[in-house]
C-alpha cells in the first residue's frame, strides 16, 4: 500500500512568484486537505477537497487555491508569495469525511520564500 | 470556535520518566479527539485516538482518555524512552467545520539517557 507522497520536499521561491506543491494520496483515499505549519506551531488547515470538490476552507487568503484530479490527487497553489507564507505544507488523505476517520500525512513540502 | 490548548514546553525527561503532556479543548458538539508525533523531520504521524467520552486510546505505551467533564485528552506513559523524543500534537475534528483538524502548538520533548 503506498503511502501519502508529497514533492518537492524543498523548495526556495521569491516573494510575489507562484508556487505549486503536490499530493498523491494513499490508494482508496478520495479526501485530501492541506495544513500549514509554520515554525514552531502547529498545522493550519487551509482547505479539503472530496470527490474533486473543495468542500471547507480555513482562513486563508484566495491566493492559496487548490484541485483535486480524478485519481484523488491533489495540488496547492499559492500566488504572490509573500515572506510570511514561508512554512511547511502538509498534505493529509483518508477515506471519506467522517469525523473519526485516520488522516494519513505525507512529509511535507519545505517552502522558503526569500 | 473550536480550539486545543496544549501544555507549552519544550519538556525534558530522563529514559524511564513518567509523563504526562496535558491537553484541554474547547468545541461544539461532539469532537474526536487525536494525539499526532513528528520525529525530527518527518510528517505527522497518528499516535492515538479517542471518538466518544470516557473512550481510552492507546499505542505504543501511550494512552489518553476522553474527559467530557473537563474538556480534557492527556497524553500519559510510565516509561520513556529515548526514541520517543519528538513534537506532540493534540487535535480534534469536529461537525461544522469541515471535518478538519484544529491543532494545538505542539509539544517537543527530549528524553536524554
Known sequence: ETGVTQSPTHL????????????SSQSGHNTVSWYQQALGQGPQFIFQYYREEENGRGNFPPRFSGLQFPNYSSELNVNALELD???LYLCASRSGTALNTEAFFGQGTRLTVV | GNSVTQMEGPVTLSEEAFLTINCTYTATGYPSLFWYVQYPGEGLQLLLKATKADDKGSNKGFEATYR??????????GSVQVSDSAVYFCALTSQGGSEKLVFGKGTKLTVNP
Request: aromatic content about 4%; overall charge positive; hydrophobic content about 25%.
Open chain 1, 12 to 23: 526556495i521561491k521569491t516573494r510575489g512568484q507562484q508556487v505549486t506543491l503536490r499530493c
Open chain 2, 68 to 77: 467530557k467533564e473537563t474538556t480534557s485528552f492527556h497524553l500519559e506513559k
Open chain 1, 85 to 87: 507564507d514561508s512554512a
